[in-house]
């Protein structure tokens, strides 16, 4: 089991920045990939992006490429999701998850373990 605790949501005016965090406990870290998605009001929840479990490769959505940068701790297990020049189209409830390090991390049914959401609200 692993249990994933994120943090760092708010309410930020667009162009903006903040940085997520996810806290796991339980089962190694390390032997994880981690992903964010995020899901808005009435609609699905979507991926933003993954990262393998040794680091050594992200993919990001193409809507926050080049604006959010993924990264992790192995010495902390957390994984941090770092968002600059935020929109207004990135408001959601953000989800940390953790899944199989073989996985390609892209789809949320491939993940095991889900955080709980922070919400991030970017105002126009």
């Known amino acids: 089991q692993v249990q994933l605790v994120e943090s760092g949501g708010g309410l930020v005016q667009a162009g903006g920045s903040l940085r997520l965090s996810c806290a796991a406990s339980g089962r190694s870290f390390s032997s994880y990939r981690m992903g964010w998605f995020r899901q808005a009001p009435g609609r699905e929840r979507e991926f933003v992006t993954t990262i393998s479990w040794s680091g050594g490769s992200t993919y990001y959505a193409d809507s926050v490429k080049g604006r959010f940068t993924i990264s992790r701790d192995g010495a902390k297990n957390t994984v941090y999701l770092q968002m600059n020049s935020l929109k207004p189209e990135d408001t959601a409830v953000y989800y940390c998850?953790?899944?199989?390090?073989?996985?390609?991390?892209?789809?949320?049914?491939?993940?095991?373990?889900w955080g709980q959401g922070t919400q991030v609200t970017v105002s126009s």
């Open positions: 998850a953790a899944g199989p390090r073989y996985s390609s991390g892209r789809h949320f049914v491939e993940y095991d373990y």
